[in-house]
């Protein structure tokens, strides 16, 4: 590949290989040649490493109030992670994450927030590390909602015949949705 390795003259002859990738990663042997003798130095195994990259799917989440939320993270690269930690921003100043707050594992990295209310609001990020170094993910902003929507209805202050039929009145926000029994409406001809 011509640009890609570069030789280094004698007496001292080296290898450059120019933007290392993993594709590059491999056994290396220097061979030396003239008219008199051929010389090989010894095998090198060159690996690639780099800064792994972690990432939350989604930049803000709605988190019913006193429900347990779980905030994953998606992680890629090599070598593999050798920690994962979680910090909490409010108002700009990064909070230690704990007692409330369970950190997952490398194998299954993640956040737990147990019993999210009011105070749990902010942004979320999560570090992980390996020998390349330590990389942050985006943040994603958690939002406490009330999720004991009371039960919705329906007040018709005159009923006609074209209300005759079956109703179920419904209630959503960003906790979910709530729904009534089912009532079914006669007309009463006076």
Avoid: W
């Amino acid at each position: 590949m011509p640009g890609k390795y570069l030789f280094g003259p004698l007496p001292y002859p080296s290898l450059t290989i120019i933007n290392f990738s993993s594709k590059d990663a491999c056994e290396y042997i220097c061979h030396v040649q003239n008219d008199i003798k051929d010389v090989s130095s010894n095998s090198v195994h060159l690996t690639c490493i780099e800064c792994l990259k972690i990432y939350i799917s989604t930049a803000s989440q709605y988190v019913a109030n006193g429900s347990d939320h779980i905030i994953n993270c998606n992680i890629s690269g090599t070598p593999t992670a050798s920690s994962l930690s979680c910090s909490k921003f409010n108002n700009s100043e990064e909070e230690e994450v704990i007692e409330k707050y369970s950190g997952g594992t490398l194998d299954n990295p993640a956040l737990v927030v147990i019993g999210f209310t009011v105070g749990d609001e902010g942004k979320y990020l999560c570090r992980v590390e390996n020998i390349a170094g330590i990389t942050e993910s985006n943040t994603v902003q958690l939002n406490c909602v009330d999720g004991n929507m009371s039960s919705p209805s329906l007040t018709y202050s005159e009923v006609r015949s074209e209300h005759e039929g079956m109703y179920i009145c419904c209630a959503a926000n960003e906790a979910g949705l709530v729904s009534s029994n089912e009532i079914m409406v006669h007309y009463k001809r006076k």
